[in-house]
């Protein structure tokens, strides 16, 4: 007597959630210290002491100013100070009408998939993907192309993007820095692939979006350059969180960026407010679109992420596992030692080890492990791979 | 080449929008103390020193405690709260199990609404009606059926209810104390409704729910008493916001409560999940899921309404006008001087007052005035109402 669909969303918990409850239990059981869970995205490096300032300045303000609605889009104060350090940084020339304060990067990329697709029409995922984009595409009526990135690198398959665009692509989701995979994609790889899109937009004689997950812009190592994907296609979409940059993960606070060159640009914009308003949306959380209006510029601290990716990275390939070297994100992606990355996932369970099976994010024989924990648990965990790693050897004698 | 109906709810913002908007513009012109805004809900009390106290403690914890991923349905600490604080003040006997912590009302109801209702299905409102209801209901693929209160009380007219109901009615949304009219629903007159709406699950073989949206529970006068509804019939979600009660509008912290008797409980629960997942809900803020926890038996402080409601409604009635006298909220529901509220409303603004038509609310022929403003508004107001009075009576001569 419920509405089917959601009920099965709701009952089927993601692997990667129940993998995170079995870890709780574990702990529970054996000791926290005993078990090396690697399922979440939960930033293990603490909010920058800005934060904390600007929420406490902001709490001596009088309270029904703190607290009260904003516009939906978002106060007017926040989405100028995102403008202006986007315009910084980027080249820019955007103002507060482009931007749209969202829930975090979630309710911006439903909210972004709602405001573009009529129902039929298909959005574009490149797996390995973030499983939340098809429940996304799906409850917004519209059908999820799922297009595999080149195996092994791990970057997009431009190729296999232009056969797999349609009449009907109304836009596909890119995500770099990549969950799951660390990748960042260079620019000359976007530029040809906006170069593919522009050919397909003439083809079809309509727009192609891109959509641009971004929350893991900040979150690089070494020099990589994380390109600012509207600077080189117009009709690009960002949606952004502050979740991972600025350790806020549980407050929900983001935005969609509908840049003024992007094809029609003034009704995307409105149909982003409006899909926001249809969704149950009313504005974004006000203290914390305060907090980010004083902290818009705080840097990122990686440094501990760095560690833990060296540690892990240099630690897992010594041992012979096949890992792709995370340039960004806090994820390192690996390949399994059978096929399959369930059945390999559970005997690393067996070690107390928490991997998630690549087949949440599409594709077989991979798992995700999620670095961003404590360094104790990697150094613990190096061990309990080893022993999992000789198990395999010495069936395979 | 954007989705048509999120553009036309994006681009048509709401007649009270609009009214917010002009007031705005008119009090740069003029001054804000000759501008007389009734436009708006957004709470005129303070949140309690309670909330301030709160989120400080808080944000001395660890930073990742504060503001980390809780699970999707909310922190167990905080669902714990509001159960037993439910069931002290209720007599009832929730767990955290039974509550979903939402980003405020409005995710409650829309996410209610795609929990329960699959595409055709009827939910029933009670006009004059919150008219964001029936953006949601259309937005899960569901019929908005219409059903007029008793006009004059405001009061429910079970009979029209009954007549109404269908095979597809999957639920009635009722909304005490109510907005627009400040309207509470007696016991007995939802005692009836109960028994009426389980004659006709009977009848069709099948539940229907009552959702009931009470973000003004606490905001009541005089002795009157607002009935919990789930203990008079047992298929009632509640959709609860600290919106009003707290005076967080802008925060966006609520919850939905599934209570254990009412049918297919734990299948209404799992499709509350999945609803909330499927349009992009995460969790609700962290920090302020700990501020409620920490403030959930703050009473609410409703002594500057009741003495704005006095002088307002007195003061309209001494003047002529027809009202309801509120029960409960902060609007106050009066005739208009003519027909066409629409008329009214733009000769009322001629007058520098802004009150809200009834269109917006599904009926015609009144205007809301939403007293949740400082008390100088209302002396202000005053005279203009005069003026306006005035100015029909010299007509109708």
Chains 1, 2 share one sequence.
Not at 3 to 12: A, D, I, K, P, T
Not at 100 to 121: E, F, H, K, Q, R
Not at 319 to 348: H, I, N, T
Request: proline share 7%; aromatic share 10%; net charge negative.
């Amino acid at each position: 007597m419920v509405n089917q669909r959601m009920y099965e969303l709701g009952s089927e918990p993601s692997a990667i959630r129940e993998l995170f409850a079995y870890g709780l239990a574990r702990k529970e059981e054996i000791g926290a210290e005993n078990v090396f869970d690697f399922s979440l995205g939960n930033p293990s490096v603490a909010a920058p002491e800005a934060v904390k300032k600007a929420a406490l300045e902001l709490l001596e303000m009088p309270a029904q100013q703190v607290h009260g609605y904003t516009p939906a889009p978002g106060a007017p104060g926040v989405r100028r100070a995102i403008a202006e350090s986007l315009n910084h940084r980027f080249g820019t020339a955007y103002s507060a009408e482009n931007l749209y304060m969202t829930v975090g990067a979630a309710a911006s990329i439903s909210i972004s998939i709602n405001a573009l697709g009529a129902p039929g029409d298909e959005f574009m995922v490149i797996a390995p993907y973030f499983p939340e984009y098809r429940v996304w595409i799906e409850n917004a009526g519209c059908v999820c192309v799922e297009t595999p990135a080149r195996i092994g690198s791990f970057q997009l398959d431009i190729q296999a993007i232009e056969d797999a665009v349609t009449e009907r692509t109304k836009a596909v989701i890119v995500n770099s820095p990549n969950n799951p995979t660390g990748a960042v994609y260079p620019e000359c790889d976007l530029v040809e692939l906006a170069n593919t899109l522009r050919r397909k937009q003439d083809e079809y004689g309509h727009p192609i979006y891109l959509i641009s997950d971004e929350p893991y812009r900040e979150i690089v190592y070494g020099d990589t350059n994380v390109a600012f994907i509207p600077t080189l296609f117009e009709n690009t979409l960002v949606c952004y969180s502050y979740s991972k940059s600025l350790s806020l993960p549980g407050e929900r606070i983001g935005y969609v960026l509908v840049p003024p060159a992007a094809a029609d640009a003034a009704d995307v914009y409105a149909a982003v407010c409006g899909a926001g308003r249809a969704l149950g949306y009313v504005c974004a959380p006000t203290l914390f679109q305060g907090v980010i209006e004083k902290c818009v510029d705080v840097p990122c601290n990686v440094d501990a992420y760095r560690e833990n990716r060296d540690a892990l990275y240099n630690g897992l390939a010594k041992l012979g596992y096949e890992c792709v070297a995370p340039q960004g994100a806090f994820y390192l992606w690996m390949r399994a030692l059978e096929p399959d990355a369930k059945a390999f996932s559970e005997r690393a369970k067996k070690h107390e080890l928490l991997v998630v099976p690549s087949d949440s994010f599409g594709i077989e024989g991979w798992v995700r492990i999620g670095y961003c924990v404590d360094r104790a648990v990697i150094d613990g965990a190096l061990p309990a791979f080893a022993a999992l790693m000789r198990e395999y050897q010495a069936e395979s004698l």
